[in-house]
């Protein structure tokens, strides 16, 4: 009988195989060599059609440009055009017809909780490591709060569901999601376009992009986007809004043709939020015996909640072309994140808690590659990627005052006047990788690719307790700001620790596909992954909890149907597949500083998983005028082993053998339509609309008794959006018109405990928004 060790060790020894040949073959003489256009620099949308058939959607998952239907993996991409049209500001609002994959918003615009086939994490530190990587323009993007994108001037996001890490730059387990901007093209006429919104709750927006060429040379391509908006909900204790929105970004790209075989691609970004539109925290229960905060979705704090993001970039991207039809591609990236925050800790209106946070990301990457031509019989890219990060972390926790408002002592060894954790990590990472196509006929072909990872991380944590003090003046998140201090004497309670740790892996994947027709397609997928290890950083009293946390593994078996029916009508994708999931990196929550004081996310491995489902995708263009999308998912997914042990004290709390993974409903649904009017005149009216539908989700690995905690999950709701949009007979304008949440449906995002049983906190979803907005093209 076989296991899967076996059958893991069979699969190695083929893709090994493979490697071997290609290794032997690589840069031998090819004859009749094309010279290749990077695919860089590759539209991604086809002109428009007169309606006959659905276009063709071309992308660069695989480092070449091919019609999505040729791509053997669960992939869909959303293209720019549609973002203006439906209002769309936020990743998550874009990815209804993507099945298995979400992006909800309980920390704000900048810090989306990406999850995809129930892969993802809820740890909130500097130094957590997406399960999801994310991508811009083929940079990786490592800092947490820089995984929401800028929503303008795109070409499109593809978002892959599965372990990747044999092609992208950084392995990831749950997936990857590509940001690709539209990129500067050589014409001899300026053009461009801007397009301003308005809508309810004082939203404002403007966005517009110009290109132009310098020389026969050089073009250039510039962006801009610029967000405003009040808050969804009042602070009751002051009156204001809460939930603001303020964000500003550009993108300035330059494109040069150093010679024939070269090209050059500069590209500088920054953005900028000053309030990210974070729903806030709800306090549920009643603290201290003596407060219930108002039904609703209203705060009420009594501190002035702050926080800044100020996210930079600079990439060359270098693409060549070789002989024998080889390209190489060079891509060296600088990018820089700082983060700043200020947070009321106790989500009341009473002076309890207060946190700080500062945070600064700096990353350098280097990654090269060389493909062979796509075309030919046996194809290949090989290349290396190289990545350094500097992070410099603080979190500090505060008590200003020495009573509750119940009486009792605020300031305690286990709820301590000041409480600053503080570290810098260095993160360094190299990996060489592999992929290669053999075509054994022109129907059939297997692709398979390796790749191995060496990685380095050492952290150096200072833990800094106050546990009594008075507050006198300056900077509460600064020791010196307090008189009388009794710091905690217990041995590690005030010290510094340094770690180092470095791991290496050896990744892999082995794909064979099958034509039955131009347009009839089938693919298996077996892919082992891993994501990067760390140390948890989510102290809760003393140094030693700095703890290693390893890898994890997943082995994906993916089976998959591609199809175009209906002469070019009707798309129609599908696929089943199965993990096998080991060592999960698992956030648990532990109190912090008591009552109303909140709680720390502590990280570490343990638990194992299985994970089946099954995922539709349609897209059909039902007349020459209506079109109609579904996407719809199926997600079966259960801790196989799972014993609830506090990662800090050691001691067993509850055994979550057969509970879910978090966020991860069993059934969801994606289903819209759009229809388009024609006028005598050549302009055309499309009207749209689209709903969303989620199963019941939980948002912790353990307590997942709703009955019992019922704030600790969502019920399944659904949401529907509508559109309407007037479009000139030259595209040279566009008006649109769009509501989000229709219905004004009231649902969570998140929710979790804080404190004793019966206190918890809870965020919401956005409430209904309407808006418009009017674009000129140039």
Same mark, same amino acid.
């Given at each position: ?20 040949? /290609? ?180 939203? %404002? ?105 100020? %996210? ?215 892919? %082992? ?60 929550? /532990? ?188």
């Amino acid at each position: 009988m076989f296991s899967l060790n076996k059958i893991k060790a069979g699969i190695l020894t083929a893709i090994w195989g493979m490697t071997a040949t /290609v290794s032997g073959i690589a840069f031998a003489k090819e004859e009749n060599p094309v010279d290749q256009t990077s695919s860089q620099y590759v539209q991604s949308e086809p002109a428009e059609q007169d309606v006959k058939k659905l276009n063709a959607v071309i992308v660069t998952a695989q480092y070449k440009s091919q019609n999505i239907q040729d791509v053997p993996a669960a992939i869909t991409a959303v293209s720019g055009k549609d973002l203006a049209a439906k209002g769309s500001t936020f990743i998550g609002d874009v990815l209804t017809f993507t099945p298995n994959a979400a992006a909800q918003n309980p920390d704000g615009d900048t810090r989306p909780r990406w999850y995809i086939r129930g892969l993802g994490t809820g740890d909130v530190s500097a130094s957590t490591v997406f399960p999801v990587g994310i991508y811009a323009d083929g940079v990786y993007l490592n800092a947490p709060v820089a995984g929401a994108g800028d929503l303008f001037d795109l070409e499109r996001i593809e978002v892959l569901r599965g372990p990747q890490g044999t092609l992208y730059g950084k392995n990831t387990t749950a997936g990857a999601v590509n940001y690709i901007s539209r990129k500067p093209v050589f014409s001899d006429k300026a053009s461009g376009y801007a397009t301003v919104g308005l809508g309810d709750y004082n939203l %404002h927006t403007f966005e517009g992009a110009v290109n132009g060429q310098i020389s026969d040379r050089v073009a250039v391509r510039g962006a801009f986007y610029s967000e405003d908006r009040d808050g969804y909900a009042k602070n009751l204790a002051t009156g204001d809004t809460y939930g603001d929105v303020d964000k500003k970004a550009f993108r300035i790209q330059v494109l040069a043709k150093v010679s024939d075989q070269v090209d050059a691609l500069l590209k500088l970004s920054s953005q900028t939020v000053n309030d990210s539109g974070s729903n806030g925290s709800l306090a549920v229960g009643t603290y201290w015996g003596i407060y219930q905060r108002p039904e609703g979705r209203d705060t009420n704090l009594d501190f002035a909640e702050s926080g800044k993001l100020q %996210h930079d970039g600079l990439s060359l991207t270098l693409n060549g072309r070789l002989d024998h039809g080889l390209t190489l591609t060079s891509i060296t990236a600088f990018d820089q994140t700082k983060q700043k925050s200020l947070a009321d800790g106790d989500y009341t209106p009473y002076d309890v808690a207060r946190s700080y946070g500062n945070n600064e990301w700096k990353q350098y990457s280097q990654e090269l590659r060389i493909a062979s031509d796509a075309d030919k019989k046996l194809s290949w890219i090989t290349g290396v990627h190289y990545f350094n990060e500097n992070l410099d972390a603080r979190s500090v926790n505060a008590r200003l005052n020495s009573k509750l408002p119940n009486g009792n002592a605020a300031q305690t060894a286990s709820s301590p006047a000041y409480k600053d954790v503080s570290y810098t990590q260095d993160n360094q990472s190299f990996a060489v990788f592999g992929n290669s196509t053999y075509k054994f006929t022109d129907k059939f072909k297997i692709t398979g690719g390796l790749r191995w990872t060496w990685e380095e991380k050492d952290i150096d944590l200072d833990l800094t307790q106050i546990t009594t003090a008075n507050y006198s003046n300056g900077s509460w998140w600064n020791k010196n700001a307090y008189t009388n201090t009794v710091y905690n004497g217990v041995v590690g309670a005030n010290a510094s620790i340094q770690r180092k740790k470095s791991w290496n892996e050896l990744t892999y994947d082995i794909t064979p596909e099958y034509e039955f027709s131009p347009d009839l397609k089938t693919y298996f997928k077996y892919s %082992h992954g891993f994501r990067s290890g760390g140390f948890n950083t989510g102290l809760s009293s003393n140094v030693s909890q700095l703890t290693d946390v390893n890898p994890e593994y997943l082995d994906s078996y993916e089976l998959g149907l591609k199809s175009v029916l209906l002469d070019g009508r009707l798309i129609a994708n599908a696929n089943i597949f199965y993990y096998d999931y080991e060592d999960i990196q698992t956030n648990l929550l /532990v109190n912090l500083q008591g009552e109303g004081g909140g709680v720390t996310s502590v990280l570490t491995n343990g638990p194992q998983a299985e994970v089946k489902g099954a995922e539709l995708e349609l897209d059909y263009l039902a007349t020459d005028n209506l079109r109609l999308r579904l996407a719809a998912a199926y997600l079966d997914s259960e801790y196989t082993d799972f014993v609830d042990r506090d990662p800090l004290t050691g001691s067993v709390s509850a055994d979550n053998t057969g509970n879910r993974l978090v966020r991860s409903p069993k059934y969801t649904l994606g289903i819209g339509g759009d229809y388009t009017f024609n006028l005598d005149s050549g302009a055309r009216i499309i009207v749209g609309t689209d709903a969303s539908y989620r199963d019941r989700e939980f948002f912790l690995v353990n307590r997942q008794n709703y009955q019992v905690d019922p704030t600790l999950s969502q019920k399944a709701y659904t949401l529907w959006n509508a559109n309407i949009g007037y479009y000139s007979a030259d595209n040279k304008y566009q008006v649109n018109a769009y509501v989000k949440n229709l219905l004004d449906e009231e649902y969570q995002v998140h929710g979790r405990p804080n404190g004793p049983a019966g206190l918890y906190v809870k965020t919401y979803g956005n409430p209904r928004q309407i808006g418009a907005s009017l674009t000129a093209r140039f």
